[in-house]
Every structure is written in structure tokens, then in C-alpha cells.
């Protein structure tokens, strides 16, 4: 299982509760692009980057069928959500938050 200790501070700041093996799940899921600071971040100015979470997170690993403009408005209210981090959020919160907002916490850590 990997370890997700390192961003549990973050996303308890942030999240409703913690589920550490939904946390687990996601920090084994991003794997190597955690080691790269650039690709630890999500930056919710980049629109190319947003898509990317809508297309990768939302409708590839969550398996999400909304439709475009519900799944962006989510990804809107994270981005608010998570102002107070500055220019550059935390992906592994970010991606937390996301599975939260779509109830899909359990299923990651099953």
C-alpha cells in the first residue's frame, strides 16, 4: 500500500473526514508523477491541466458519466475550496476532494 502520511495533514485540512485507504489508493495511483514537483500540483489556472483531471481522474479512474459541464463545475469547486493554498494545489488533495464530492471514496478504498 503506499503511504500517504505525507499529505494526510493536507487533505484533512480540507476533506470532510479522512479515508486513509481512499488516500492510499490515490498517492499509489499518481505513483511516479509525485516525485516531480510540477506534476504534484494541480494548477487551477491551466486549463489544459483541468481538462486533463476531468478526462484522466473524473472519467477514466472514477468512471464518471456526467456530463462535461457538471464534471468542470466540480473541478471549479475544488479549485475554491482549496484558494487558500495559493497558485498550486496539492494533487492528491485535489483528487481526494474530488472523489468526495462524487461519493466515490469507498470505492477507491475497497
Not at 483531471?53 to 479512474?61: A, H, Q, S
Not at 475554491?80 to 492528491?92: A, H, L, T, Y
Not at 481526494?96 to 470505492?107: I, R, S, T, V
Request: with cysteine; net charge positive; glycine share 8%.
Amino acid at each position: 500500500m503506499a503511504d500517504a502520511s505525507k499529505y494526510e495533514d493536507n487533505v484533512k485540512k480540507h476533506a470532510s473526514g479522512y479515508n486513509q485507504k481512499a488516500a492510499e489508493k490515490i498517492v499509489g495511483h499518481l505513483g511516479i508523477a509525485l516525485r516531480n514537483r510540477d506534476s504534484s500540483l494541480v494548477s487551477c489556472s491551466d486549463q489544459g491541466e483541468l481538462d486533463r483531471v476531468r478526462e484522466k481522474w473524473l472519467r477514466g479512474k472514477l468512471g464518471l458519466a456526467q456530463t462535461t459541464p457538471e464534471l468542470d463545475a466540480a473541478i471549479a469547486t475544488i479549485c475554491e475550496k482549496m484558494k487558500s493554498e495559493g497558485g498550486n494545489k496539492s494533487r492528491v488533495t485535489f483528487y481526494y476532494l474530488l472523489a468526495e464530492h462524487f461519493g466515490k471514496l469507498d470505492a477507491l478504498a475497497s
